[in-house]
C-alpha cells in the first residue's frame, strides 16, 4: 500500500485525485468506482524499461491488493485502449458498462482548473478497506461501506 501511495505522489497534476473526488460526490456508495478513478492515471505513471505506459499492466499490477474490479475498471477506462469496447466485460453486464462510463467522464471531467479535490492521504483508508474486501476469502472484491452498504447501492446506510 505504501508503495501505491508513493507512486500516486507522481501525479503532479492530481489528475487522480480530481476523478476520484468526482466520483466520491456522484457516486458515493461505490467506493471501488472511486479507487477506480484515483488510480486510473497508475498507467502513465508506471513506465516500464523501455518507457512505455500499458494500461494493462496497470491494471494487473493493483489486481492483487485491490481487486478483480477496480483492475478491469483501469484497464478498461484507458482513453487509447483498443477498440474492443467489450473486452473484459461479462455478457449482459449494462451495470459494469455504466461503471465505465462514468468513469470516464469524471476522468474528462477533472481536468477543469480549480477542482479542491483534497490530499492524497484522504483516501488511504479507502484504499485499505478496499484492499481488504479484496483480500477477503472468497470475496469477489465487493468492497462494503464501513456501515455495511454495499457498492453501487443507491439507497441510505443501514444503520443496524
Not at 461505490?30 to 484515483?38: H, R, T, V, W, Y
Not at 508506471?46 to 505506459?53: E, I
Not at 468492497?143 to 457498492?151: I, Q, Y
Amino acid at each position: 500500500m505504501l508503495e501505491l501511495l508513493e507512486l500516486l505522489r507522481a501525479d503532479l497534476d492530481d489528475r487522480g485525485l480530481r476523478t476520484a473526488a468526482l466520483l466520491r460526490r456522484s457516486h458515493p456508495f461505490d467506493k471501488e468506482l472511486q479507487i477506480a478513478g484515483l488510480l486510473h492515471c497508475l498507467g502513465s505513471l508506471l513506465r516500464l524499461s523501455d518507457g512505455a505506459v500499458t494500461v494493462g499492466v496497470a491494471a494487473e499490477s493493483i489486481r492483487p491488493l485491490l481487486g478483480e474490479r477496480v483492475a478491469r475498471l483501469v484497464r478498461l477506462q484507458a482513453p487509447h485502449r483498443p477498440t474492443d469496447a467489450h473486452a473484459g466485460r461479462r455478457d449482459g453486464d449494462d451495470a459494469e458498462a455504466e461503471a465505465v462510463a462514468t468513469l470516464c467522464q469524471a476522468r474528462d471531467s477533472a481536468a477543469a482548473a480549480g477542482l479542491d479535490a483534497g490530499v492524497l492521504e484522504d483516501w488511504r483508508p479507502l484504499l485499505e478497506l478496499v484492499a481488504a474486501g479484496a483480500c477477503r476469502a472468497g470475496s469477489p472484491g465487493n468492497a462494503r461501506d464501513p456501515l455495511g452498504s454495499p457498492r453501487g447501492s443507491s439507497g441510505p446506510y443501514r444503520t443496524s
